[in-house]
Structures are given as C-alpha cells and as structure tokens.
C-alpha cells in the first residue's frame, strides 16, 4: 500500500476555532490563569488550531469588557474602560463575540456567581471553576445546574475545587464511569490543617503553629475558616455529589477545632486568645499515635474531624501541606487507589481550572495535539 502520506496534498490550513473566554474573579488563581493562558496561547495556535480571545473581565465591583490584553485578544491602549460588574451582561457581551465556543472561568468564591451557572449553561456557556459553591452548595441548585447542562450540552467542569491541582474528581468520575463502584473515601483535604497536624507532636503549643502557618501566608487570613473544618467538608460533599450521593453540608458531621467561644468576633481577637486551643489541641495527642485532620465519606454517611492514626498509616507519612486522597473502590479494595501532592496554590489550582477549559474544547470537537 503506498504510503498515504507522501502522496497527500498539504492539509489546507482551516480557519482557527475560536474560544471566547470571560473570566470571573481575577484574584490570585484568576491572575494565575491569565498569565498560563498568554503564555500557552501561541502553543495553541500552532498544535491545536485553538484561538483563545480573552473578551472580558470582572470582579465584584467592576467588569472591563474588550479589555487591554496584547497577548489574548491582540489589543494594546485600546482605551479601556470599566463599568460597573453586571453578570448577566457580561456573559451575553462575551457569548456575542462570534467564536465558535463561549467559556466563562468562575475564579471567585462566590454564591452570586454560582447563581448564574444555571442560565449560563442553558444559554450553551461552558463554565469552569475551582469555586466550590456550586458543587457543595444547595442541592436544588446543583439539581437546576445539571438539567440546564444537559438539556444545552454545554459543560460544567470543577477539578480545581477538590485537591486544587490534583486529578481528584476527575479520578473519581473514571473510576465510577468505567463501573467501578466505590466503597469509600479518605481524605486529607486541607493543605493547612496537613501542615499544622504534620508539626502538631506537643513539642510547640498548637497556638504557636497556628501563628507561624498564619505569618507564612498558609493560612486563610481568617484561620478559623481552615479550623472550623467547614471548607473540608464543601470538598467531601463535592466527591460524595459526584459519586450520586444527594449530600448536602448540613449532612456531614463536622468537628471544629475552634471553640464555641472563639467563634463569633473578629480576627484580631481571635488571635490574641488562640492560646485557648492549647489544651483542648494537647489533649488529643495519644502517645504511639499521630493527629490527623480526615474526611471520610462510608456507607453514605460525611464525618470531617481529627483522627489519632497509627503511625504505619499513610497519612501519617504525607510531606508538608499535602493533600492525600484514598479511593477504596470494588477494584482497588485491597489497596486503596491514591491521589497525593500539593493540594493549594494559585498556580496549581489556576493549571486545573486551564486543563477544564481545554477539556471543553477537546469535548467540542478542538484537537488536543499536533497531528
Ligand atoms: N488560592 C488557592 O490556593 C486555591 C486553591 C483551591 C481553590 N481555590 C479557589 O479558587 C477561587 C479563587 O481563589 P483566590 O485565592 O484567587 O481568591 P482571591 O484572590 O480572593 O480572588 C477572588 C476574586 O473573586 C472576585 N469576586 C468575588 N466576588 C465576586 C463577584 N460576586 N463577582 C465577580 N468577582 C468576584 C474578587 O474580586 P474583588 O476583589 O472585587 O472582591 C477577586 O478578584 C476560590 O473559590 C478558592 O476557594 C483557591
């Protein structure tokens, strides 16, 4: 058989496919994002005739349509101007720029965003987001977000809202959707908690750590918003919805690691009376065992809180503020399928959520390669 391709013609170079991107939330993973985006645009180009144009941006005040951005969108001292930050209209002025795919990256923690996602979606608008509101959020949401996405085709993808950079969801959606079935979860799902309960032996009083994790910047500037363990369980109910479980926070038992009476005030005095975690913190240590702060999601049933693990226990042994998660599965029973590594970090979180929106694309019919 002659060899095809010396006899073809040169391919016809076919106009690019262009994806009109929003983004929501240009904070430190939404300036992460932007930033891998103009570094990969031409990469794109070239290997994957893909053409991203950045349309728009938006924070909670203001939205800067047809903004500034020499790299994704080829225009320099255009004069830009913002306005006042309007969701809806900034999604229909990003979905009338002609590409043949519209994306909105949600960067925001935000509820008033993940309210959209319905409409977005039914409107065809792909979203991609590691803001867990959405996926942890009210059920009845949740449920509007995926008919709207079904019914239209347009996708929603979250990777970076469990394990930041990590293939978590992904992981657990493969596993589920090549008939696997799962028998439980174990997590440690917080890259602060895992760094203060890695140094937490009783040597250092655990108010110390919780300061020395606040002034490395590891810490939310609200501490307690990693201690109440609330965020923990956001992510438990993210893998617990996407294994069918109709999960809601109010169903995952949460032990806070902050005292009733540190919990209402601002931070500063949460700060100066952290010392009161102290001895409750050093009453948990059990010699021969390590603390460690553990999702666990079995039988249906949501528990986030601290565990005294056995030395010998893999979470025992995670490197700094690593995220670990453990699928026990049908298949994997005897020993447990692991997804491990750096589990925060604008850049890592900003590489899930550019992965999700090529994802879209490769979903859309947009070559992932040079072939
Ligand atoms: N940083 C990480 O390591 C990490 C890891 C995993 C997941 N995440 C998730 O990634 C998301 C972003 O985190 P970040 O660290 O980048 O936060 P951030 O620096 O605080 O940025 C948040 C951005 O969202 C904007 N925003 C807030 N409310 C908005 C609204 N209603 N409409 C439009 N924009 C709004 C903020 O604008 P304003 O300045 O106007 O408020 C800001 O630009 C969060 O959902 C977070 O949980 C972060």
Redesign the pocket.
């Known amino acids: 058989m002659a060899n095809a391709l010396s006899t073809q013609a040169p391919r016809a170079i076919a106009d690019p496919i262009v994806v009109d991107l929003g983004l929501?939330?240009?904070?430190?993973?939404?300036s992460a994002l932007l930033a891998q985006l103009r570094l990969a645009a031409p990469r794109l180009l070239r290997d994957c005739n893909m053409q991203l144009r950045l349309r728009a941006v938006?924070?909670?005040?203001h939205m800067w349509l047809d903004c500034d951005d020499d790299a994704l969108n080829g225009r320099i001292h255009g004069a830009q101007t913002w306005r006042p930050?309007a969701?809806d209209e900034f999604a229909a002025y990003v979905a009338s720029r002609g590409g043949q795919l519209t994306v909105l990256a949600d960067?925001?923690?935000?509820d008033?965003?993940a309210d959209r996602y319905a409409g977005w979606l039914a409107a065809g608008i792909h979203v991609v987001t590691?803001?867990?509101r959405a996926a942890s959020g009210p059920l009845e949401r949740w449920r509007r977000i995926a008919e709207a996405s079904h019914a239209s085709g347009a996708r929603l993808h979250y990777e970076?809202?469990v394990g930041?950079g990590l293939p978590v969801v992904r992981t657990l959606r493969d596993l589920l959707d090549t008939g696997d079935e799962l028998v439980a979860v174990e997590g440690m799902l917080s890259g602060t908690l895992a760094w203060l309960f890695n140094r937490f032996d009783g040597s250092r009083p655990f108010s110390a750590l919780v300061r020395e994790a606040h002034a490395l910047g590891y810490a939310e500037p609200d501490p307690r918003d990693d201690l109440s363990g609330m965020d923990v369980a956001r992510k438990l109910v993210i893998l617990a919805r996407e294994a069918g479980l109709a999960l809601s926070l109010d169903d995952v038992g949460v032990e806070s690691l902050v005292p009733a009476e540190l919990a209402e005030g601002d931070v500063d005095t949460f700060m100066k009376r952290l010392d009161r975690l102290d001895a409750p913190m050093a009453a948990r240590l059990r010699p021969g065992g390590v603390l460690r702060h553990v999702a666990t999601l079995e039988n249906g049933r949501a528990t986030v809180g601290l565990r005294v693990l056995d030395p010998a226990h893999a979470f025992a042994h995670a490197r700094l503020s690593d995220n670990v998660v453990r699928f026990a599965t049908r298949r994997y029973c005897d020993n447990a399928l692991v997804v491990q590594g750096p589990g925060?970090?604008?850049e890592v979180?900003a590489a899930a959520v550019f992965a999700d929106l090529l994802r879209v694309a490769g979903a859309m019919g947009v070559k992932r390669c040079a072939c």
């Open positions: 929501v939330g240009p904070g430190k993973v939404g938006s924070d909670s005040r930050a969701l960067c925001s923690a935000s008033v965003v590691p803001n867990k970076g809202t930041a925060a970090g604008p979180t």
